[in-house]
Nanobody
């Protein structure tokens, strides 16, 4: 499975961050696969943002739930992230990650088997 993130590298404060993960090598509807967005702010560890699973169900980190939305396009085999009302604290490298993992591990970045290369997003005016 190969994952490729894409999207703008610079977002203005208060605007919406939009990223797309294009998947190849398998279908995003493959049973028991979870498709997550994870980020690493500068100088900090990995932070799980949320997932959408093989059935289309989604879940989010409590700290980002009010601003994050993850969707999918099964025809294009893509996963998307929207993060509203961004601030400079949302500056990070954003990763798309996936794997056939247990529900108890979905918030654990190291549980994911497949990763994109990551894309840098900077929030600045």
């Amino acid at each position: 499975v190969q994952l490729q993130e894409s999207g703008p590298g610079l977002v203005r404060p208060s605007q919406t961050l939009s990223l797309t993960c294009t998947v190849s090598g398998d279908s995003i509807t493959t049973n028991y696969y979870y498709w997550s967005w994870i980020r690493r702010p500068p100088g900090k560890g990995l932070e799980w943002i949320g997932y959408i699973d093989y059935s289309g169900s989604s879940s989010y980190s409590p700290s980002l739930k009010s601003r994050a939305s993850i969707s999918r396009d099964t025809g294009k085999n893509q996963i998307s992230l929207q993060l509203n009302s961004v601030t400079p604290e949302d500056t990070a490298v954003y990763y798309c990650a996936a794997g056939p993992i247990s529900t108890v591990s979905v918030q654990t970045p190291r549980a994911y088997q497949y990763w994109g290369q990551g894309t840098q997003v900077t929030v600045s005016s």
